[in-house]
C-alpha cells in the first residue's frame, strides 16, 4: 500500500517515518503526477498559507477532487486547516473537504506549546498529543464525528474519507493514530474491489 504525504513545507520527513515503520511505502508528494498510485494521502503540520501558496499545478484542487471520489485524506494541524471547510476570519477556505468551521491559532503561540494526554474515541485513552500553534474546531457539521476534544475544544474529527487533528500524532512515538488511519485506507480499498 503507498500513501503520499503532500511535501510541500512542513513536518514531512517525521510523517514518512511513522507511515515506514507501520511498513507502509509512503511517498512524497509534491506535483499532481505524483498523486497517482496512491491509496491515501496526509496533509502534514506546518504553515497552511505557506503550503497552499507553494501547491503547484493545482495540487490542492487535485486532492479535493480525489477526497470527494473517496479518496482517504488525514490532515494534522496545518493540514486540518488545508482540509476545513471554513476558516474564521478567512474569506476563502482550501479543500473544504470536511464540514467543520476552524479557529488558528486558537492554542496560542509557539511558547504555549504543550502536551497532554488525549481520549480518542476507537483509538486510546492516553494518546500523547503535542500541540504547536493549533487550531481548534469551531463548529460542527452534520456528518462529522468528534473524536477528541481537548477541554472543551473539538480537536480530532472525522467525516466519511477525511480524517483531521489539530495536534501532531507524527511527533511522538505513538503510532496507533497512523494505524487508525491507515485502517480506513484499507478499508477504502477493499471497498473499491482494490485488494
Ligand atoms: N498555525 C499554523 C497555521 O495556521 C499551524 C501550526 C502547525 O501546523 N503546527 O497554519
Redesign the pocket.
Known amino acids: 500500500m503507498r500513501v503520499g504525504v503532500l511535501a510541500v513545507q ?1 513536518a514531512v520527513r517525521e510523517h514518512l517515518s511513522i507511515l515506514s515503520q507501520l511498513g507502509i511505502d509512503g511517498r512524497r508528494v509534491k506535483k499532481v503526477g505524483e498523486l497517482s498510485g496512491l491509496s491515501g494521502l496526509i496533509l502534514p ?5 505557506t503550503i497552499s501558496l507553494l501547491s503547484r499545478g493545482h495540487l490542492l484542487t487535485k486532492v479535493g477532487e480525489l477526497v470527494s471520489k473517496g479518496f482517504p485524506v488525514f490532515g494534522t ?2 493540514g486540518m ?1 488545508l482540509l476545513a471547510g471554513e476558516i474564521e476570519g478567512q474569506e476563502d477556505a482550501y479543500v473544504q473537504a470536511i464540514d467543520i468551521t476552524v479557529a ?2 486558537a492554542s496560542g503561540r509557539q511558547v504555549d506549546s504543550f502536551e497532554t494526554m488525549l481520549c480518542v474515541k476507537g483509538v486510546a485513552d492516553d494518546f500523547p498529543a503535542v500541540f ?4 481548534y474546531i469551531t463548529r460542527i457539521g452534520n456528518g462529522v464525528t468528534v473524536l477528541a476534544k481537548h477541554e472543551r475544544a473539538a480537536v480530532m474529527a472525522r467525516q466519511g474519507n477525511v480524517l483531521v487533528a489539530s495536534f ?1 500524532p507524527e511527533l511522538t512515538s505513538d503510532m496507533r493514530i497512523h494505524r487508525y488511519f491507515v485502517e480506513m485506507v484499507k478499508e477504502h480499498e477493499e471497498k473499491e474491489g482494490i485488494l
Not at 503540520?45 to 498559507?49: A, I, N, P
Not at 504547536?132 to 487550531?135: D, F, G, V
Open positions: 512542513g503540520g506546518g504553515e497552511s498559507t494541524c496545518a486547516i488558528r491559532n504547536i500553534r493549533a487550531p501532531h
